[in-house]
C-alpha cells in the first residue's frame, strides 16, 4: 500500500508551475487563504507559509506515516478535496498536482481561483527552483532561500562519502522500481555509488522480476525499512528467502518513504539518513 500510496502521491503533485505568479503580470499579492489538495502541498505550505496563511490541508497532511511535517499539521482545517469545498472556502490561492486533479483544477480556474500546479522532484536542480517559486508565492522568498541552504549544506557534506564502489537498486514493494531520473537516484550518484536500474533494463522504473534480482543482484537495495517484513503481498516479495539469503540486512539501506515521497522540507533529513547507511553499511564505518 505504501508504494501504491507514493506513486499515487507523486502524480498528483505532478513539473511545472502553473503561471499564476509570472513576471509579466506583476508581483501577486501575499496570499491568505492557501489550500493544499495533496501531500506533497501540504509540506510545502507547513514549511513555508505562516500558519494564518493557511486555510486547509489535505487529509494526510496529520499522518506521520507519510507526512514530514506531521507535528506541525496540528488543529488545521482538513479539506475534502471537492472543488465545491474549496470555493466556499473563499481559497485566494490552491497548490495542485498535476495529474489526477485536472477536472477540479479546470474548474476551479473558471472561478478564478489561482492556482500553482507542483510536480514531483525529479533531481535537486528542478526542486531548487520549484522550492523557491513557491516560497516566493507565498510572499516569504526568504524560508525558500534558507531551506535550500539547507539541502546544499547536506549535499557538500555528504558528496563522494562512498569509499568502495557499489551497484544500487531502490527497490519497493511488489518489486517496483523507480526510474533513473529520480532524487534517491541522484542522491546515491552524489554519493558515489552506481544506481543499477539500467543495468536490468529499467531506466524509466518498473518492476524487476524476482529471477533477474537473482541472476544478478546489486551490492546493495536502498528500501523502507517497514517493508522488511511481510505484512501482506506487496511485502512479501521483499522478504522472500532468495533475496533474505542474496540482500541480507547488511546490505539494505534503510530510508523511509516519509522522507522521499515528497521533495522539499524533508530532503535534507533524507540525504542524511542515506549517507548514514551509505556510512555504516557501504564503509564499514562503526
Not at 485536472?102 to 480556474?109: A, S, T
Not at 532561500?145 to 546544499?152: G, H, K, P, S, T
Request: charged residues 25%; hydrophobic residues 45%.
Amino acid at each position: 500500500m505504501r508504494i501504491i500510496l507514493a506513486l499515487a502521491v507523486l502524480l498528483a503533485s505532478g513539473l511545472g508551475i502553473a503561471p499564476a505568479f509570472s513576471a509579466a503580470a506583476g508581483r501577486p499579492a501575499r496570499p491568505e487563504r492557501v489550500v493544499s489538495l495533496n501531500l506533497c502541498a501540504d509540506q510545502y505550505l507547513l514549511a513555508l507559509a505562516d500558519r494564518a496563511q493557511i486555510a486547509s490541508l489535505s487529509p494526510l497532511s496529520r499522518d506521520p506515516e507519510y507526512s514530514f511535517l506531521a507535528g506541525r499539521a496540528g488543529d488545521l482545517p482538513v479539506n475534502g478535496g471537492t472543488g465545491e469545498e474549496i470555493l466556499v472556502d473563499e481559497a485566494d490561492l490552491v497548490l495542485s498536482g498535476r495529474y489526477g486533479t485536472r477536472v477540479k483544477r479546470e474548474m476551479l480556474q473558471r472561478h478564478g481561483v489561482p492556482m500553482m500546479v507542483l510536480d514531483p522532484w525529479r533531481d535537486v536542480a528542478e526542486g531548487r527552483e520549484q522550492l523557491l517559486a513557491v516560497a516566493a508565492r507565498l510572499g516569504h522568498p526568504e524560508r525558500g532561500d534558507a531551506l535550500v541552504r539547507e539541502i546544499d549544506a547536506a549535499l557538500a557534506r555528504t558528496k563522494g562519502i562512498a569509499r568502495r564502489p557499489a551497484t544500487v537498486l531502490i527497490l519497493h514493494r511488489r518489486g517496483y522500481v523507480p526510474g533513473e531520473r529520480s532524487l534517491v537516484a541522484e542522491l546515491l550518484r552524489h554519493m558515489g555509488l552506481t544506481p543499477m536500474q539500467a543495468r536490468l533494463g529499467l531506466p524509466l522504473g518498473g518492476l524487476v522480476r524476482l529471477e533477474q534480482l537473482v541472476m544478478d543482484p546489486p551490492d546493495f537495495v536502498v528500501m523502507d525499512e517497514d517493508d522488511a517484513r511481510a505484512i501482506d503481498n506487496g511485502t512479501a516479495f521483499l522478504v522472500h528467502p532468495a533475496l533474505a539469503q542474496l540482500l541480507p540486512p547488511e546490505r539494505r539501506l534503510f530510508l523511509s518513504d516519509r522522507l522521499t515521497i515528497c521533495g522539499g522540507p524533508s530532503t535534507p533529513a533524507a540525504i542524511d539518513a542515506l549517507a548514514a547507511e551509505v556510512r555504516a553499511k557501504v564503509n564499514g564505518e562503526r
